[in-house]
């Protein structure tokens, strides 16, 4: 799947919703729970159920990256985690604010 910034997806085995800031380099599948995340308008499919244990799941207002230079932000967390063709995404830190001496 081709993602541009903008595009809002949602996870089909758990709450998870979220928008994509920053878009990938290349072709890539965004999935939550093992099962590739759709269109935010889409319904889906009937029975699925999550792979693996839930984890940390996803956090409310926070932003997940990728290597392929992927960034999605979480509007609805969920238990499941976050995966870019297989890979897991990180939480991106704060960046620090400069002293003030």
Same mark, same amino acid.
């Given at each position: 799947?081709? &993602?541009?910034? $903008?595009? *809002? +997806? *949602? %996870?089909? &085995?758990?709450?998870?919703? &979220?928008?994509? &800031? *920053? $878009? @990938? !380099?290349?072709?890539?599948?965004?999935?939550? $729970?093992?099962? #590739?995340?759709?269109?935010?308008?889409?319904?889906? @499919? #009937?029975? +699925? @159920?999550?792979?693996? =244990?839930?984890? !940390?799941?996803?956090?409310?207002?926070? *932003?997940?990256?990728?290597?392929?230079?992927? =960034? /999605? /932000?979480?509007?609805? #967390?969920?238990?499941?985690?976050?995966?870019?063709?297989?890979?897991? /995404?990180? +939480?991106?830190?704060?960046?620090?604010?400069? @002293? %003030? !001496?």
């Amino acid at each position: 799947m081709n &993602v541009k910034p $903008g595009t *809002r +997806l *949602r %996870s089909q &085995v758990d709450a998870t919703e &979220v928008i994509v &800031v *920053r $878009g @990938a !380099d290349q072709e890539v599948v965004v999935s939550c $729970g093992g099962h #590739p995340m759709i269109d935010a308008q889409a319904q889906p @499919a #009937p029975g +699925l @159920a999550g792979t693996g =244990e839930p984890g !940390d799941g996803t956090q409310m207002g926070k *932003r997940y990256t990728a290597a392929a230079g992927l =960034e /999605l /932000l979480v509007t609805k #967390p969920g238990t499941y985690g976050l995966a870019v063709n297989g890979e897991p /995404l990180v +939480l991106k830190a704060a960046k620090p604010l400069p @002293a %003030s !001496d």
